[in-house]
């Protein structure tokens, strides 16, 4: 079984439009975090929430967590072609934090 | 500047010669850890540290070494490469000893190739 599976695995929109994508897990959790990478460079840190939250926000991004479905979303809103990256999430569960395959957004001008 | 680099971020090399790939960190982070990025696999960990001269196995161990000498460096020695550790590698720490409280810091990665 598998942490932190995202979905979709790509997704493509224009500059503007909004973007979500689905992280579902399959045990109790400590908290999720969301990271950014940029075709082949580090993973930059985005938001964590944790057990006991249900949405947090910074800036243009918007994180939900839905603890009793196991899942939780990322938001993008008004992108922009710099947003174009990879973004993964990771399981904080016991003493592990496993990240998922990521979801590959391209934003178009 | 808060960072966490690595050295070098382009390595080819053969089988069985010996590698080591630096990582150090200026965060004064108790916790680090090695990553490695496969397409379709997502990151994968290698090898943890929770503090100075401690170290544990992540997921996927075998071929790898580290150590911990000081709080800011956290090597990944390569002692026997083989081309299944083709991969992208990244370093990456944490504040405090609980790493699934805390955000992780990653290193730019190293990009290595073994023939």
């Known amino acids: 079984s598998q942490q932190g599976e995202e979905d979709p695995q790509a997704l493509s929109i224009q500059e503007g439009e909004n973007a979500t994508m689905n992280c579902s897990y399959k045990?109790?959790?400590?908290?999720l975090q969301w990271y950014r990478q940029n075709s082949g460079r580090g993973l930059v840190h985005l938001i964590l929430?944790?057990?006991?939250?249900r949405e947090k926000h910074s800036g243009r991004l918007r994180v939900t967590l839905d603890t009793s479905k196991k899942s939780s979303s990322l938001l993008i809103t008004a992108s922009r072609a710099a947003d174009t990256a990879s973004y993964f999430c990771?399981?904080?569960?016991?003493?592990?934090?496993?990240f998922g395959g990521g979801t590959r957004v391209l934003v178009k001008p | 500047e808060a960072q966490v680099t690595q050295n070098p971020r382009y390595l080819i090399t053969v089988t069985g010669k010996k590698l080591t790939v630096t990582c150090s960190q200026n965060?004064?982070?108790?916790?680090m850890s090695w990553y490695r990025q496969d397409p379709g696999l997502g990151l994968r960990q290698i090898y943890y540290?929770?503090?100075?001269?401690?170290?544990d196995k992540g997921d996927v161990p075998e071929g790898y070494k580290v150590s911990r000498k000081e709080k800011r460096n956290f090597p990944l020695i390569l002692e026997s490469p083989s081309p299944n550790q083709t991969s992208l590698y990244f370093c990456?720490?944490?504040?405090?000893?609980?790493?699934?409280?805390?955000?992780?810091?990653f290193g730019p990665g190293t990009r290595l190739t073994v023939l």
């Open positions: 540290s929770m503090n100075v001269e401690v170290t």
């Open positions: 990456a720490s944490s504040p405090t000893q609980a790493q699934f409280t805390d955000t992780q810091y």
């Open positions: 929430i944790r057990s006991n939250e």
């Open positions: 990771a399981v904080a569960a016991g003493n592990k934090l496993t």
């Open positions: 045990t109790s959790i400590n908290n």
């Open positions: 965060m004064n982070h108790e916790y």
